[in-house]
């Protein structure tokens, strides 16, 4: 099944995925202005799919969780 597909599928695949994980990673390490920017790219590439939008809100919420201090160990 996988021999059947073309060559330039993966490396398309592999390259948006990439912006995406760069943009959850940048969550994961409090770099909330470089995750805004790599899904506002995700977004500009794929108008149509939810998924930059999405992410985009989530890094706004994160964002928000950390200036309100809810992210640090102290809350809990």
Sequence with gaps: MFA?????????NVA???LLETGFSGLYNLDFAGAQKDFSNWEAQHPDDPVGPVSEAAGYLFSEFNRLGVLEAQFY
């Design 4 to 12: 059947s597909l073309p060559a330039w599928a993966e490396p398309a």
């Design 16 to 18: 948006l995925s990439s």
